[in-house]
């Protein structure tokens, strides 16, 4: 049996069970009343969520947390995509490991669903990435009941990678029929000046507001804007696709990291939700 073991524990949030517990309830106690849980009604498809440290970036995840916490759907396996920081790896890697432990306790990986996907498995691809480590202790808290998880990491980052990604996790489910949820990890602009970051995150904004995966593909290629998990983000909008006739999206919160400590070169972090509308 092989665990991985936390890599950003006291780094990205606290190592201790406690002390992250009381990190994510007093955030979470600060951006209650601003979610709107009227979306969790909706057929929840996945969710754009932030990565940095969580006294950055948590003031938005937990938005996208505590909807699907509140949907009637209990979700079997949980795919994290994540973009690859540290060069480690191929194209699209699967991890390695039967189980990720955090503060809270370890996790299975659905490694069933796994050997249905026709992608590489890389040990160091995953084991010093900060990018999908952090969804799961918020996984955890939020989360009343057992799930596995499915990390991919992603170091080429287009949309015929987006693409293959997106279909190999389709193809896959409808052998085996799992209640999936996808997570594309990613923060948006970085080390910008407030204002700019909003300016410059409104063009991969409008492109996943339209579904448009070659958009979001070229517009960040050609502004050289550094959102640095687009390619997850196209898989997500191409899985999105699909599996849902009508898929919608939309922003849950939008930040930055100045708000916390004031700057004039911060990192942006927006969580969005991808659903498919119930009852319209």
Known sequence: MKIRKPTVAGKFYPDDRKELEKLINSIYL?????????????????????????MFSAYEAVHFF???????????????INPNHTGYGYNI?????????????????DTDFMSHLPFSVSTEAHKYEHS??????LLQYFLDYEFKIIPITMSHQNYENAK?????IYNANQKLNRNILIIASSDFS???????????????LDNIENLDSKAINNVVREKHLSVCGYGPIMSLVEY?????????????????????????EVVDYVSILFYEEVGV
């Open 66 to 80: 505590d909807i699907i916490k509140n949907a009637s759907l209990q979700y079997d396996t949980i795919i994290i």
């Open 190 to 204: 970085h080390y910008v000046e407030p204002e700019k970051g909003k300016y410059l995150d409104n063009f991969v």
């Open 30 to 54: 600060k951006e209650k009343k601003n979610i709107d849980l009227s979306l969790s009604k909706h057929k929840i498809i996945g969710g754009v969520v932030p990565h940095a440290g969580y």
């Open 240 to 264: 999105s696709k699909l599996v849902s006739k009508n898929p919608c999206s939309k922003i849950l919160r939008r930040g930055n990291s100045g708000e916390v400590i004031p700057s004039n």
């Open 164 to 168: 293959l990604l997106a279909d190999g």
């Open 93 to 109: 890697d699967l991890d390695s490991n039967d189980f990720w432990e955090t503060p809270f306790g370890a996790v299975s990986l």
């Open 132 to 137: 999908g480590e952090v969804m799961l202790p």
